[in-house]
């Protein structure tokens, strides 16, 4: 049956049709929904892990176990993974190992826009680049087969707007597939003897794949209707933009395969089209390559290296006539995202920002506790810099920061790489407070189960980590838990824990307002005769209050009742049913 | 046929998933060649959300880009006004007369535009405006505001009543279907 599907649900129905067995995961926009799609199917095994280098290596092990494995990931989480990744490279696999690994050109949910395609270059191992859904599940069962007949990982590279495009999509049906496992120290244990002997397999295995490239239907030259004198080489989505600039009338040679690229189909290509413009988004990987086999092609110059390209940037690109569009003259407001109605991370960035405390920031829902009229963080760097940076941050600064410095971390992102950091403030006694913001879920990425929810991916029951207990464990005596929607014991709590001359955790616990166990209160009103306009809470930045004829108002769509903004009125004024 | 393309565009949170979810469903039903494009994560939080809902014989693009929009669907009123450069030149903007802050009006750093639909009619683009949240929640829901914007829809598109309601069935939860119905009749008579 044909249906649409975007591209994360096809890929995870292609990796279950090709007998793919178990998934270990960590989530990221946006990557998330390959491993969410694939928990739904009952005979296979499915899991979050702390973090994508558990994820990786999960999955190495599965395959090592004979059963066809994956990990899924977005692009800086393959940063996390890259340890395992490249000796993977070396030792292969038993049976089949796929990493999908999801790109965010433009950054609409990324602190960076790195290119994953050099991972595969530098890993020497096979990538897979799907340009719409229907790909996604074929090269999924494609990707399997490679990493079996040639003993490799391989990966398949998503993009933001192939994960999320939904695309009509032809489902097959599953095959299953078991191996062996049979010890072989020589290929599966990198100690330095083995590890020699296994590099030359890895370049060997690259000549074969290349050859493999030059035969592969993964990579088509689609011949054009003869009306320009040159040839495009695409692939991904800049292939859905060139087609729908150019449909049927230029010559293209669509990509599937990116590492290794063929070397004869690109010259063939380039002797027939003469003049040839490489199209990809990020960084030039295709163009340096076919400058490397001496293929002379207009890339970079031409295209930018930043952002998601579209139809209009190569329409532009070629000189041809923009549409008409329509523009006014009234300036629109922004509108950036911004911390729920009700959220509980709001409470302890308004207490951090009125206290001037500097705050080390982490990555999660609560990087939104940068924005006006917060503006509560200090840096954002990646999954656990907080914590680690904070200890840094007070080696250097000592008793001029220590008092007035936090970090903040989520629960999932403490998990995924903050508790390292933890165990070196502990060790090496830097006198730092971590603030753990546990709202009891993966926030950001739309509500994943982590080890400190008690439940796993399935949602049944599972493992639970006990924050009090692990901080604890790993040297910090001083660990309080508050509650951030009660404003006085928040600030008294960080007051006290600040001027402490030892390390110290406050976990600032209260479940997301999204989850669907937590019921909403009903909306409060704000009494106008009682509203003296002093816009006190209009500091506290909730999506829920505005200002309107000198007064607040309240949206009662938007308010859940939390109550945090009546606490902060001196007159009262915020009232709750029957009062 | 070339390629329709209907953007939807709103505040995150306002459930403009369904709706694409409906339009997607009914295109394909209707044997069209179709491909939806949304942005997840980040922007979901009470950001401006886009949608692109593109059919047709053959689509490639998965995105509409400046000048491309047959219709804009509004969920909230200044958010028709900022795609307004997506939409083609005898466009049609379809648009939910509810106003939601942004952020910096509330903090009061911005102002809210004052009569923004009358200037972008100025410009010569039909706008067609409802007030959905009224009739959602005449309908039993102020949540179906999408499904009261997809009835609108509806009378521009051509596609017979009944198909819109039998992908409705498809789309939403079955405790849900006559509340939705009932918001989609008002959203397409009023």
């Known amino acids: 049956m044909k249906e649409l599907m975007i591209g994360n649900a096809a890929l995870a129905r292609g990796l279950y049709e090709a007998g793919c067995s178990v998934i270990s995961s960590y989530p990221g926009t946006p990557s998330t929904e390959i491993t969410e799609e694939f928990a739904k199917f009952s005979d296979v095994y499915c899991e979050w892990a702390p973090n994508e280098k558990v994820a990786a290596e999960t999955a190495f092990g599965a395959s090592l176990g004979g059963k066809r494995s994956a990990c899924c990931m977005k ?82 590279k998503m993009c933001t707007r192939v994960a999320h495009s939904q695309s009509i999509t032809e489902k097959g049906e599953r095959t299953e597939v078991q191996k062996e496992y049979v010890k072989n120290p020589k ?101 340096t390559h076919c400058k490397t086999i001496g293929v002379d092609v207009i890339g970079k110059e031409r295209f930018s290296l930043l952002g998601e390209f579209s139809q209009k940037t190569i329409a532009e690109a070629f000189g041809l006539e923009a549409k008409e569009t329509v523009s006014l003259d009234t300036k629109i407001p922004v509108r950036p995202p911004m911390m729920c109605a009700g959220c509980p991370h709001r409470g302890m960035f308004y207490v951090l920002a009125k206290n001037k405390i500097t705050v ?67 060790y090496n006694q830097s006198n730092s407070t971590v603030i753990v913001l546990d709202n009891s879920i993966t926030g950001m990425t739309g509500h994943q189960q982590n080890p400190t929810t008690g439940y796993n991916i399935k949602g049944d029951p599972a493992g639970k ?65 009682k509203c003296r306009g002093c816009k006190k809470c209009m500091k506290f930045g909730c999506p829920a209050i505005s200002f309107r004829d000198k007064h607040a108002v309240i949206d009662n769509t938007l308010c859940i009742g939390c109550g945090v903004c009546a606490s902060l009125c001196a007159f009262n004024a915020f009232e709750s049913e029957g009062e | 046929m070339s390629a329709k393309n209907i953007m939807i565009v709103g505040v995150g949170g306002q459930g403009s998933l369904l709706a694409s979810k409906l339009l997607g469903r009914l295109l394909v039903d209707e044997g069209f060649d179709v491909k939806v494009s949304e942005v997840h994560g980040m922007s979901q939080r009470g950001g401006s959300v886009v949608t692109y809902v593109r059919f047709g014989d053959k689509v ?63 410009k010569g683009v039909k706008v067609d405006a409802i007030d959905a949240l009224t009739l959602a929640t005449q309908a039993g829901s102020a949540k179906a505001c999408n499904i009261v914007l997809m009835g609108k829809l509806a009378k521009y598109l051509d596609i017979p009543y009944d198909k819109w309601e039998s992908a409705i069935e498809k789309c939403v939860k079955p405790a849900f279907i006559d509340i939705n119905k009932k918001a989609f009749a008002l959203g397409y008579e009023n």
């Open chain 1, 75 to 156: 692009h800086v989480g393959l940063n996390v993974a890259a340890d395992p990744l490249f000796t993977m490279s070396y030792t292969g696999v038993n049976a089949g190992m796929v990493i999908c690994v999801a790109d965010d050109p433009g950054m609409h949910s990324s602190q960076n826009e790195q290119d994953s395609r050099h991972y595969a270059v530098a890993a020497k191992v096979p990538m897979l680049e799907p340009a719409d859904s229907q790909e996604a599940l074929n090269f999924a069962k494609i990707a399997f087969e490679i990493s079996e007949e040639f003993d490799t990982p391989v990966f398949i």
């Open chain 1, 187 to 287: 290929k599966y244990i990198m100690a330095p003897a083995n590890a020699i002997a296994r590099h030359p397999f890895v370049e060997e295995r690259t000549r074969k794949l290349t050859e493999y490239a030059e035969a592969s239907p993964l990579n088509r030259v689609e011949y054009g209707s003869g009306t320009y004198d040159f040839g495009i080489i695409t692939s991904s989505t800049s292939y859905q933009y060139v087609k729908e600039v150019f449909g049927d009338s230029v010559s293209v040679l669509k990509l599937g395969l990116i590492n290794p690229l063929p070397v004869k189909i690109i010259k063939d290509f380039a002797e027939k089209a003469g003049k040839v413009y490489v199209i990809e988004e990020l960084d030039p990987i295709i163009e």
């Open chain 1, 360 to 426: 080390l920031g982490d990555i999660g829902c609560y990087t939104l506790g940068s924005m006006p009229p917060l503006n509560a963080l200090d840096m954002t760097l990646c999954m656990g810099a907080s914590v680690s940076g904070l200890h840094g941050f007070n080696k250097a600064g000592e008793s001029e920061t220590e008092n007035k410095t936090v970090c903040v971390i989520g629960d999932s992102t403490f998990m995924h790489s903050g508790v390292t950091g933890l165990i070196n403030i502990a």
């Open chain 1, 465 to 529: 980590v006990n924050l009090e207990s692990l901080c604890r464990s790993v040297g910090i005596n001083s660990v309080r838990v508050v509650d951030p929607y009660n404003l006085d014991e928040c600030e008294k709590v960080i007051k006290e824990e600040l001027a402490k001359n030892e390390p110290s955790v406050i976990i600032s616990r209260r479940p997301c307002v999204l989850l669907k166990y937590v019921k909403p209160k009903k909306p409060l009103t704000v009494n106008p005769d």
């Open chain 2, 60 to 122: 490639y693009s998965p995105i509409i880009d400046e000048g491309e929009a047959d219709f804009i669907v509004s969920f909230e009123k200044i958010e028709a006004a900022r795609y307004i450069k997506d939409l083609r030149k005898d466009g049609t903007i379809i648009v939910n007369t509810q106003q939601i802050d942004p952020m910096p009006v509330i903090i009061g750093s911005e102002e809210y535009p004052k009569d923004i639909l009358s200037e972008v009619e100025s």
